[in-house]
């Protein structure tokens, strides 16, 4: 039987007993938090994707960017994902302009608020001692430093979910009976109330919440036997009040996409992620698409309405997609356990397992403070079971705490697993760490031997198990230096890309994205020497210099072609346009057109290879071979200006005025600056 060494600290306490020392601890918490958040900030901005973010957070600033200037992002369809932390963001540009320091900063208070609730919780229902531990774990855990200054959502949404817990905590502990006082009455109501518009407003953010919210209805009228009529009064108002933040976007995505959409329609599309047969349970990407944001959602569209022989609404998409999903599940049921399994193993594992770029290649090398740092998910996760384990002692007042952990991981691991979906069941999961921990410790003080054996005997297993990481998930710091060196590249340093990927390649030989990306570097050395000294008029010197560059970066890139390693195929089709880019600036057009042919075979959605190839056809007269190219570029990626102005020439060329007239169209309302667009539509409208 399990001692309880500390029955007092059982009983939460009361509101009224919020004294000096705690309101001392509350703020030291926060205020420590947010100092640490604000210099991790400050470190962080040597870090070149602070001020040019890529994946997730570029499309949360691009979809900022639109609520600036009163556009809807993705005309005229339901959201395909959740609003509220994009509109957050607008906000924050519309207020401060476009910047990209002032929301990290309010993110960083909203984490420090986040730690003082954390505190609130681990008080009301552990003592003092266990919150003001959790608030201080919190504070100093570095993976939440971390998120908190990532243009992501993870700070939004774990605020709004602590929000809702420490509510429905203190709702639960309001007494409601028939003798209980009008204003306490009302205050439990309240409570329920607000918390069901904090888990709405979550939900806006991340839907999968929403299961948990269900699970609370449930909760609210089971939680005790007496006064039924109250219990379902107040699990109603619960539930009505987190519908109140969702039912204006389901709405909105009717009237403007004529789709029945809750909140967002990218549901399918993740569900699939997880769940197919070439699923790894942690990377987000569709097999078939290409890795990039946009690529990938165009593909997933053209994949879907492939398969239906029609166009299809955005539900319709998520549908064929789940599915897929429950085709591979019910088809495949061992291999689809078998995924399950490791999505399980990777989520109570203490690595990091990142999702738009390597966690610890970017906080170790631009965090400054995160080596003095040490508290990890490997000491978290172990006592944070046993904590969940001892919560069972009183499971109905502790459902907010083991429910939400358990209920709000279920939903992660169905998915596919990463660490940002992770975290907010982990800042529970800190609280209950904190509580087994001192459960363990009082029974160690008391000399209560069965407590800290059957203790030790859960935790000691536990963190081996955590502790120990499949090779699959560790953290690729070589990625990291693929997306800097891309970065310099875009930034037109090739010096610093070129130093930066060969210190890759020292430590990873075998990936072949570092080859492509300095081929790429050695490229826009080239380039750049050749514009320098064409600007003085060594035009000879220039070439050589230029074809000299052209010459590193082709061996470079015939390395990519040959390595054979785990995802290597994701580059090949990449290694083999850029050869064709060579040859083309080379006047070698034979060989570029093979070598666009290649990349095309490699990589069948490559919108820029067909729209060199097509480009590189059309200068052969192969006007027809040529549109069908341009097509499939556009088709590819629709925001791709440069075929729609190729496709506007190749008709005029042939002679059909009004599709060359359409095309041209197509590419101003991309970019309506483009200068050759502009000329092109005068030239054509002066036609008779």
């Not at 001692?3 to 705690?22: H, L, T």
């Not at 990777?346 to 690595?351: K, P, T």
């Not at 170790?364 to 080596?371: A, H, L, S, T």
Request: aromatic share 12%.
């Amino acid at each position: 039987m399990t001692a309880r060494p500390d029955p007092s600290a059982d009983q939460p306490p009361a509101d009224g007993d919020f004294g000096r020392k705690e309101w001392i601890l509350f703020a030291a918490i926060i205020v420590g938090a947010f100092v640490l958040r604000l210099v991790y900030i400050m470190f962080m901005r040597a870090n070149p994707t602070f001020e040019n973010p890529i994946m997730d957070p570029l499309y949360h600033a691009e979809w900022a960017r639109a609520f600036v200037r009163g556009e809807s992002f993705m005309e005229g369809q339901p959201y395909f994902r959740a609003p509220l932390y994009p509109w957050f963001l607008g906000i924050c540009f519309e207020l401060f302009g476009e910047n990209f320091l002032v929301p990290r900063i309010i993110q960083a208070a909203m984490g420090a608020v986040s730690c003082g609730l954390i505190f609130l919780i681990g008080r009301r229902v552990f003592g003092t001692a266990t919150g003001a531990a959790a608030g201080i774990v919190a504070a100093t855990y570095w993976i939440f430093l971390y998120f908190d200054a990532e243009l992501l959502i993870v700070p939004l949404i774990v605020l709004l979910d602590l929000v809702a817990l420490w509510l429905l905590l203190r709702a639960d502990a309001t007494p409601c009976v028939d003798a209980t006082p009008c204003a306490d009455a009302t205050r439990k109501w309240g409570n329920y109330v607000l918390s069901g518009l904090a888990i709405g407003l979550s939900a806006i953010a991340r839907p999968n919440v929403l299961l948990f919210g269900l699970a609370v209805c449930l909760w609210i009228v089971v939680r005790q036997r007496r006064e039924w009529h109250r219990r379902l009064l107040h699990a109603f108002l619960f539930g009505l009040a987190c519908l109140v933040p969702i039912l204006p976007i389901t709405v909105r995505n009717y009237t403007v996409g004529d789709d029945l959409v809750l909140i967002s329609s990218q549901g399918g599309v993740n569900f699939y992620i997880g769940n197919n047969p070439q699923s790894d349970g942690t990377r987000a990407v569709v097999p078939g698409t290409r890795p990039d944001w946009w690529g990938g959602y165009h593909d997933t569209i053209a994949m879907a309405e492939q398969a239906a022989g029609q166009p299809l609404k955005p539900s319709e998409v998520s549908q064929y997609f789940f599915e897929k999903s429950f085709d591979f599940i019910t088809e495949e049921t061992g291999e689809w356990l078998d995924l399950t399994g490791r999505k399980f193993r990777y989520y109570w594992n203490a690595q990091e397992i990142n999702n738009n770029k390597p966690i610890g290649f970017f906080a170790e090398r631009y965090g400054g403070i995160v080596k003095f740092l040490p508290i990890g998910a490997g000491l978290i996760l172990p006592l944070g079971l046993l904590g969940l384990f001892l919560c069972f002692r009183r499971p109905g007042r502790l459902f907010p705490l083991w429910g939400f952990v358990l209920i709000y991981s279920g939903t992660v691991i169905a998915f596919f697993v990463c660490t940002r979906f992770r975290v907010p069941a982990m800042v529970i999961l800190v609280i209950l760490a904190c509580e087994g921990a001192r459960w363990w410790l009082t029974a160690l003080t008391r000399k209560q031997w069965p407590a800290v054996i059957v203790a030790a005997a859960l935790v000691a297993p536990l963190a081996w198990w955590v502790n120990d990481v499949p090779d699959n998930v560790v953290d690729p710091d070589f990625q990291g230096y693929e997306i800097v060196g891309d970065l310099k590249i875009r930034q037109n340093d090739p010096d610093g890309a070129i130093a930066l990927l060969r210190e890759g390649l020292a430590l990873q030989k075998d990936f072949c994205g570092l080859y492509v990306t300095l081929g790429r570097a050695l490229i826009k050395k080239g380039e750049t020497e050749q514009a320098i000294l064409e600007g003085q008029g060594r035009k000879a010197e220039a070439l050589r210099a230029r074809d000299k560059w052209f010459a590193q970066a082709a061996k470079e890139l015939e390395t990519a072609g040959r390595i054979r390693s785990p995802r290597s195929e994701d580059w090949w089709g990449k290694a083999a346009y850029w050869r064709g880019y060579i040859f083309a600036n080379q006047e070698l057009f034979d060989e570029a057109i093979g070598a666009f042919r290649l990349a095309i075979q490699l990589e069948p959605r490559s919108a820029e290879s067909h729209y060199y190839l097509g480009f590189l056809l059309a200068r052969f007269n192969q006007i027809d071979a040529a549109i069908n190219h341009f097509k499939t570029a556009i088709d590819c990626m629709p925001e791709y200006v440069d075929p729609h102005v190729a496709l506007g020439r190749a008709f005029a060329i042939k002679g059909q005025k009004q599709d060359a007239i359409k095309a041209i169209k197509e590419a101003l309302r991309v970019d309506p600056s483009n200068k050759e667009a502009n000329d092109l539509l005068r030239r054509l409208r002066s036609r008779p």
